[in-house]
T-cell receptor, first 117, second 114 residues
């Protein structure tokens, strides 16, 4: 199946710093990518839909100035957590459906564990 | 509003026994349903999907799921569980509108005991 990578796999940072997480589709082009947040033993919460060449669409309650998303190419989307605080500590996962077909399953990255001290 | 329910937080099964992980859904229009599995500290892996056609869908690792329109269910099944099947399982439905957005259930932790 299609492969989605994320970098870094884990990051520890100090409160107040910004952290950038990359999501890449390795063997397909993705006009759309999705960013999720997962708390321990909980389901995935969709944060935003990343659209290549245009602004991201954020879910209700997600601060767009806090979680900056850039989808500059058909294979790369980035999530930047700005001025991170301990409550931003979480597991962040991206996904992408290969192609634009409405029946396509999404392929998920391995996730990034963010710990803010 | 579209939603997915996984009524069991955890399912315990002995190795070699059949397993079922339950999922019910609520959608407007035709449902497009998916099952994913998540191993510890990993992203989700696609298992199978139902779009249309045969109600019994076969997927990866010997899993299958049965679509039941009258009961609005899409239960995941496997005839003989393995210890390595122990993981977190998510049912999802494609949201209405564009972008292939998925709505996930809360997840069910499957524990297969030797």
């Amino acid at each position: 199946g299609a492969v989605v990578s994320q970098h870094p796999s884990r990051v520890i940072c100090k409160s107040g710093t910004s952290v950038k997480i990359e999501c890449r589709s390795l063997d397909f082009q993705a006009t759309t990518m999705f960013w999720y947040r997962q708390f321990p033993k909980q389901s995935l919460m969709l944060m935003a839909t990343s659209n290549e060449g245009s602004k991201a669409t954020y879910e209700q309650g997600v601060e767009k100035d806090k979680f900056l998303i850039n989808h500059a190419s058909l294979t790369l989307s980035t999530l930047t957590v700005t001025s991170a605080h301990p409550e931003d500590s979480s597991f962040y996962i991206c996904s992408a459906p290969p192609g634009t077909g409405r029946y396509n399953e999404q392929f998920f990255g391995p996730g990034t564990r963010l710990t803010v001290l | 509003a579209q939603s997915v329910a996984q009524p069991e937080d955890q399912v315990n099964v002995a190795e070699g026994n059949p397993l079922t992980v339950k999922c019910t859904y609520s959608v407007s229009g035709n449902p497009y349903l998916f099952w994913y599995v998540q191993y510890p500290n990993r992203g989700l892996q696609f298992l199978l999907k139902y779009i249309t056609g045969d109600n019994l869908v076969k997927g990866s690792y010997g899993f299958e799921a049965e679509f039941n329109k009258s009961q609005t269910s899409f239960h995941l099944k496997k005839p003989s569980a393995l210890v390595s099947d122990s993981a977190l399982y998510f049912c999802a439905v494609r949201a209405a509108g564009g972008y292939n957005k998925l709505i996930f259930g809360a997840g069910t932790r499957l524990a297969v005991h030797p």
